[in-house]
Protein backbone atom coordinates (compact mmCIF):
# COMPACT_ATOMS: atom_id res chain seq x y z
CA UNK A 1 0.00 0.00 0.00
CA UNK A 2 1.22 3.61 -0.47
CA UNK A 3 1.95 6.04 2.09
CA UNK A 4 3.45 9.33 2.64
CA UNK A 5 5.26 11.17 5.40
CA UNK A 6 5.61 14.87 5.83
CA UNK A 7 8.00 14.25 9.62
CA UNK A 8 7.75 18.01 10.31
CA UNK A 9 3.93 18.91 12.42
CA UNK A 10 4.64 22.44 12.44
CA UNK A 11 7.80 24.89 11.23
CA UNK A 12 8.56 28.31 11.92
CA UNK A 13 10.70 30.41 9.78
CA UNK A 14 10.83 34.35 9.28
CA UNK A 15 9.37 36.42 6.61
CA UNK A 16 12.71 36.43 3.64
CA UNK A 17 14.36 32.80 5.02
CA UNK A 18 13.92 29.74 2.95
CA UNK A 19 11.66 26.96 3.47
CA UNK A 20 12.12 23.48 2.69
CA UNK A 21 9.69 21.07 3.70
CA UNK A 22 9.93 17.42 3.99
CA UNK A 23 7.78 14.28 2.02
CA UNK A 24 9.12 10.46 2.10
CA UNK A 25 6.93 8.16 0.46
CA UNK A 26 6.51 4.45 -0.19
CA UNK A 27 4.94 2.88 -3.51
CA UNK A 28 5.39 -0.08 -5.49
CA UNK A 29 5.64 1.61 -9.00
CA UNK A 30 6.40 4.88 -10.30
CA UNK A 31 5.03 6.96 -8.16
CA UNK A 32 2.81 10.58 -9.21
CA UNK A 33 3.74 13.29 -6.31
CA UNK A 34 1.70 16.39 -5.75
CA UNK A 35 2.07 19.39 -3.19
CA UNK A 36 -1.25 21.32 -2.00
CA UNK A 37 -1.31 24.18 0.10
CA UNK A 38 -4.34 24.80 2.32
CA UNK A 39 -4.80 28.20 3.68
CA UNK A 40 -7.11 29.10 6.20
CA UNK A 41 -10.47 28.03 6.30
CA UNK A 42 -10.01 27.23 2.76
CA UNK A 43 -9.57 24.47 0.40
CA UNK A 44 -6.32 22.76 -1.10
CA UNK A 45 -4.74 24.52 -4.41
CA UNK A 46 -1.81 22.49 -6.20
CA UNK A 47 1.15 24.04 -5.95
CA UNK A 48 2.94 21.66 -8.42
CA UNK A 49 3.38 17.97 -9.47
CA UNK A 50 5.49 15.37 -10.52
CA UNK A 51 4.97 13.18 -13.29
CA UNK A 52 7.97 12.21 -14.81
CA UNK A 53 11.03 13.85 -16.70
CA UNK A 54 12.73 16.63 -14.80
CA UNK A 55 13.32 15.98 -11.50
CA UNK A 56 13.41 19.15 -10.43
CA UNK A 57 9.54 20.84 -10.70
CA UNK A 58 8.90 24.42 -10.74
CA UNK A 59 5.08 25.51 -9.40
CA UNK A 60 3.15 28.68 -8.64
CA UNK A 61 4.04 30.98 -5.80
CA UNK A 62 7.66 30.54 -6.22
CA UNK A 63 7.53 27.14 -5.32
CA UNK A 64 9.80 24.07 -6.39
CA UNK A 65 10.32 20.67 -5.53
CA UNK A 66 12.91 17.89 -6.26
CA UNK A 67 12.01 14.13 -6.86
CA UNK A 68 14.73 12.03 -5.52
CA UNK A 69 14.54 8.41 -6.11
CA UNK A 70 16.90 6.99 -4.42
CA UNK A 71 16.10 8.49 -1.28
CA UNK A 72 12.15 8.09 -1.68
CA UNK A 73 11.58 11.87 -1.01
CA UNK A 74 9.76 14.89 -2.57
CA UNK A 75 10.72 17.93 -0.83
CA UNK A 76 9.58 20.98 -1.47
CA UNK A 77 11.11 24.70 -1.23
CA UNK A 78 11.23 28.26 -1.60
CA UNK A 79 13.76 30.58 -1.42
CA UNK A 80 12.12 33.42 0.47
CA UNK A 81 8.85 32.82 2.26
CA UNK A 82 6.36 35.83 2.57
CA UNK A 83 3.86 36.13 5.30
CA UNK A 84 0.98 35.23 2.48
CA UNK A 85 2.54 31.64 2.56
CA UNK A 86 1.21 30.61 6.40
CA UNK A 87 -0.47 27.73 5.39
CA UNK A 88 -1.17 23.98 5.66
CA UNK A 89 0.98 22.09 3.25
CA UNK A 90 -0.11 18.60 2.07
CA UNK A 91 2.39 16.38 0.31
CA UNK A 92 0.01 13.46 -1.88
CA UNK A 93 1.40 10.39 -4.31
CA UNK A 94 -1.53 9.20 -6.82
CA UNK A 95 -1.38 6.02 -9.05
CA UNK A 96 -0.72 6.00 -13.04
CA UNK A 97 -2.66 9.08 -14.42
CA UNK A 98 -5.97 7.93 -15.49
CA UNK A 99 -6.01 4.76 -13.39
CA UNK A 100 -7.44 3.68 -10.45
CA UNK A 101 -9.75 7.16 -10.24
CA UNK A 102 -7.09 9.23 -9.39
CA UNK A 103 -6.98 8.20 -5.96
CA UNK A 104 -4.68 10.34 -3.68
CA UNK A 105 -2.93 9.39 -0.51
CA UNK A 106 -1.78 12.42 1.51
CA UNK A 107 0.87 12.88 4.07
CA UNK A 108 -0.52 14.56 7.73
CA UNK A 109 0.73 17.65 6.64
CA UNK A 110 3.25 20.77 7.58
CA UNK A 111 1.63 23.36 9.24
CA UNK A 112 3.89 26.65 8.47
CA UNK A 113 4.11 29.88 11.00
CA UNK A 114 5.96 33.02 8.89
CA UNK A 115 7.66 35.51 11.29
CA UNK A 116 7.34 39.05 10.76
CA UNK B 1 -17.20 28.31 -14.41
CA UNK B 2 -17.40 27.79 -11.00
CA UNK B 3 -15.01 24.47 -10.34
CA UNK B 4 -16.45 22.19 -7.67
CA UNK B 5 -19.25 23.51 -5.12
CA UNK B 6 -19.88 21.89 -1.80
CA UNK B 7 -23.29 22.56 0.26
CA UNK B 8 -23.69 23.13 3.05
CA UNK B 9 -20.89 25.00 4.39
CA UNK B 10 -21.40 24.18 8.01
CA UNK B 11 -23.41 21.68 9.31
CA UNK B 12 -24.60 19.95 13.17
CA UNK B 13 -26.12 17.26 13.79
CA UNK B 14 -27.16 15.04 15.86
CA UNK B 15 -25.83 11.33 16.59
CA UNK B 16 -27.92 9.15 14.61
CA UNK B 17 -29.32 11.81 12.35
CA UNK B 18 -29.12 11.31 8.15
CA UNK B 19 -27.91 14.08 6.10
CA UNK B 20 -26.46 14.43 2.49
CA UNK B 21 -23.51 16.36 1.51
CA UNK B 22 -23.65 17.97 -1.92
CA UNK B 23 -20.76 18.42 -4.39
CA UNK B 24 -21.33 19.54 -7.56
CA UNK B 25 -18.59 20.56 -10.78
CA UNK B 26 -18.88 22.18 -14.06
CA UNK B 27 -15.53 21.15 -15.15
CA UNK B 28 -16.82 17.90 -17.06
CA UNK B 29 -14.71 15.97 -15.43
CA UNK B 30 -14.84 12.30 -15.23
CA UNK B 31 -13.63 11.28 -11.78
CA UNK B 32 -14.50 12.78 -8.51
CA UNK B 33 -14.00 11.82 -4.85
CA UNK B 34 -15.11 12.07 -1.50
CA UNK B 35 -12.55 13.04 1.44
CA UNK B 36 -12.35 13.84 5.03
CA UNK B 37 -9.52 15.58 6.81
CA UNK B 38 -8.67 15.03 10.31
CA UNK B 39 -5.98 16.68 12.26
CA UNK B 40 -2.16 15.07 11.68
CA UNK B 41 -4.10 12.83 9.46
CA UNK B 42 -3.90 14.69 6.20
CA UNK B 43 -7.14 13.58 4.07
CA UNK B 44 -8.42 10.02 3.84
CA UNK B 45 -10.27 8.83 0.65
CA UNK B 46 -14.15 8.36 1.73
CA UNK B 47 -15.37 7.07 -2.00
CA UNK B 48 -14.92 7.85 -5.61
CA UNK B 49 -16.10 7.31 -9.16
CA UNK B 50 -14.44 7.26 -12.30
CA UNK B 51 -17.89 8.07 -13.83
CA UNK B 52 -21.30 8.14 -13.70
CA UNK B 53 -23.19 5.17 -12.75
CA UNK B 54 -19.58 4.08 -10.96
CA UNK B 55 -18.10 4.40 -7.66
CA UNK B 56 -15.95 2.43 -5.42
CA UNK B 57 -14.97 2.38 -1.65
CA UNK B 58 -11.22 4.28 -0.76
CA UNK B 59 -9.89 4.03 2.58
CA UNK B 60 -12.73 4.67 4.74
CA UNK B 61 -15.63 4.44 3.60
CA UNK B 62 -18.00 3.09 6.18
CA UNK B 63 -20.70 4.59 7.03
CA UNK B 64 -20.94 6.55 4.03
CA UNK B 65 -22.78 5.88 1.35
CA UNK B 66 -22.59 7.66 -2.45
CA UNK B 67 -24.10 7.48 -5.91
CA UNK B 68 -23.25 9.48 -9.12
CA UNK B 69 -26.41 9.24 -11.46
CA UNK B 70 -24.77 12.44 -13.04
CA UNK B 71 -21.10 13.68 -14.51
CA UNK B 72 -21.69 17.08 -12.42
CA UNK B 73 -23.09 15.60 -9.09
CA UNK B 74 -21.63 13.17 -6.35
CA UNK B 75 -23.41 13.26 -2.79
CA UNK B 76 -22.09 11.72 0.28
CA UNK B 77 -24.89 10.41 2.33
CA UNK B 78 -24.46 9.69 6.32
CA UNK B 79 -26.70 7.14 7.11
CA UNK B 80 -26.88 7.10 10.75
CA UNK B 81 -24.02 10.13 12.18
CA UNK B 82 -21.44 9.29 14.81
CA UNK B 83 -19.55 11.44 17.02
CA UNK B 84 -16.27 9.95 14.96
CA UNK B 85 -18.24 11.61 11.54
CA UNK B 86 -17.11 15.08 12.99
CA UNK B 87 -14.54 15.92 10.04
CA UNK B 88 -14.05 18.69 7.34
CA UNK B 89 -15.27 17.10 4.10
CA UNK B 90 -13.58 17.61 0.71
CA UNK B 91 -14.96 16.83 -2.81
CA UNK B 92 -12.56 16.78 -5.46
CA UNK B 93 -12.92 16.44 -9.78
CA UNK B 94 -10.21 15.32 -11.90
CA UNK B 95 -10.15 14.25 -15.50
CA UNK B 96 -7.65 11.76 -16.21
CA UNK B 97 -5.90 13.13 -18.72
CA UNK B 98 -4.45 15.97 -16.51
CA UNK B 99 -4.74 14.06 -13.47
CA UNK B 100 -5.00 17.50 -10.87
CA UNK B 101 -7.65 17.37 -8.54
CA UNK B 102 -9.64 20.26 -7.92
CA UNK B 103 -10.49 20.20 -4.72
CA UNK B 104 -14.15 22.49 -3.18
CA UNK B 105 -14.24 24.50 -0.21
CA UNK B 106 -15.39 21.65 2.07
CA UNK B 107 -18.31 21.56 4.24
CA UNK B 108 -17.01 21.40 8.13
CA UNK B 109 -19.70 19.04 10.09
CA UNK B 110 -19.88 18.58 13.59
CA UNK B 111 -21.72 15.46 15.12
CA UNK B 112 -22.78 16.30 18.83
Known amino acids: AQSVTQPDIHITVSEGASLELRCNYS??????LFWYVQSPGQGLQLLLK??????LVQGIKGFEAEFKRSQSSFNLRKPSVHWSDAAEYFC??????????????FGGGTRVLVKP | NAGVTQTPKFQVLKTGQSMTLQCAQD?????MSWYRQDPGMGLRLIHY???????DQGEVPNGYNVSRSTTEDFPLRLLSAAPSQTSVYFC???????????FGPGTRLTVL
Open chain 1, 92 to 105: AVGATPGAAGNKLT
Open chain 1, 27 to 32: YGATPY
Open chain 1, 50 to 55: YFSGDT
Open chain 2, 27 to 31: MNHEY
Open chain 2, 49 to 55: SVGAGIT
Open chain 2, 92 to 102: AAATGGDDTQY
